[in-house]
């Protein structure tokens, strides 16, 4: 039996060759387009497909004029919220063959610029955002040039896209009422920025929560924060000094939650027996702080995985509906809440 004959790689010269032109503008219309004219790009392009010079999925992307590449924004990279989610997005991604970007949106100034470049050059196919604004000012108008959006984690309906989250007002609300069923009724909110959505969602719950069993809401006792470890902790001081402290609070992420837990240690307190403290996303620390976090537990895995579902569909040409895909949450017990002592 003879044996098979080896077929040698494509070189660049066979790029050359096959496109009747020199190495150098082989080199330059791959590596740099913008110096070549769009047929002869389009000539080198063509013969190093046909050539196999390029990877069966570059040689795709050329075809497609795709770039096989997803950028993700982030409302801020330091928030371990967000480690979940990017890891669901990358895992569907690369079964996908796709590279994922991660473009930080804490420094939205110094972004701006990259994000829009990468959208005009084309170097991205689609953006998924973790939060609740574009990193650009964008008409509607110039929203639809913009490529394939899909929305996790939160949800923004005047932006008209699809969106993976899960029901913050709901979760909020059997939060709360779980402090009160442990005997609560001077139950405080650490909550998030303003102009999230999520946030307003969330601080909806507790005041539904509060209403439902029959507790008047004190703006006093409704303290905001940034979703920082400092936020958490200077608004339960903030909290503490009310003339009639809370017994309980509920905080709109672990991170503020976990810095709550932390002031509260410092001002002598003991969590849960003086005051009880209540996270939300679950995140992994929650698991191994002391005492251990009671918190409402995020499918982040699942939200990252279904958005990058949903923007797979709309990038292989599927309709896709705007609006809300609703995830399950569930509310995690553990050793930060307890019914209230007798002496309260």
Do not use: W
Request: glycine letters at 6%; a negative charge; one cysteine or more.
């Amino acid at each position: 039996m003879k044996p098979k004959k080896q077929v040698a790689s494509a070189t660049m010269k066979d790029v050359a060759v096959k496109a009747n032109v020199s190495t150098a503008t082989v080199s330059r219309a791959l590596m740099n387009p913008e110096k070549v004219s769009q047929a002869t790009r389009n000539r080198v392009e063509q013969a190093a497909i046909d050539v196999g010079y390029l990877p069966h999925a570059l040689g795709r992307s050329v075809k497609r004029n795709e770039s096989r590449t997803i950028l993700v924004i982030v409302p801020d990279i330091c928030d371990p919220f967000f480690s979940e989610i990017i890891r669901g997005i990358e895992v569907i991604a690369a079964a996908q063959g796709y590279l994922v970007l991660i473009g930080d949106c804490a420094h939205q100034n110094q972004q701006e610029k990259t994000f829009i470049d990468l959208i005009i050059t084309k170097q991205i196919d689609g953006m998924l955002l973790l939060g609740s604004r574009l990193p650009f000012d964008a008409s509607k108008e110039e929203q639809r040039n913009l490529p394939p959006m899909v929305m996790a984690n939160e949800f923004a309906p005047e932006l008209e896209l699809p969106t993976v989250h899960i029901d913050n007002l709901t979760a909020a609300f059997n939060a709360v009422h779980h402090l009160h069923e442990l005997g609560h009724r001077h139950i405080a909110c650490i909550a998030g920025p303003e102009e999230m959505p999520l946030c307003h969602y969330r601080l909806q719950g507790y005041v539904q929560a509060l209403r439902r069993s029959g507790i008047i809401v004190d703006p006093h006792y409704i303290a905001r924060g940034d979703f920082t470890y400092e936020a958490g902790a200077n608004a339960l001081e903030q909290l503490l000094s009310l003339p009639v402290p809370p017994t309980a609070v509920f905080c709109h992420s672990d991170v503020m939650a976990l810095g709550a837990l932390s002031q509260a240690k410092r001002m002598g307190l003991q969590v849960p027996r003086d005051l009880s403290i209540m996270g939300f996303d679950n995140i992994s620390l929650s698991e191994f702080c002391d005492p251990p976090l009671t918190t409402v537990a995020q499918p982040r895995f699942d939200i990252g995985r279904e958005a990058m579902l949903l923007l797979l569909d709309q990038l292989q040409g599927h309709t896709v509906n705007s609006g809300s895909r609703l995830l399950d949450c569930e509310l995690i017990v553990r050793g930060s809440t307890a019914a209230i002592s007798a002496k309260d």
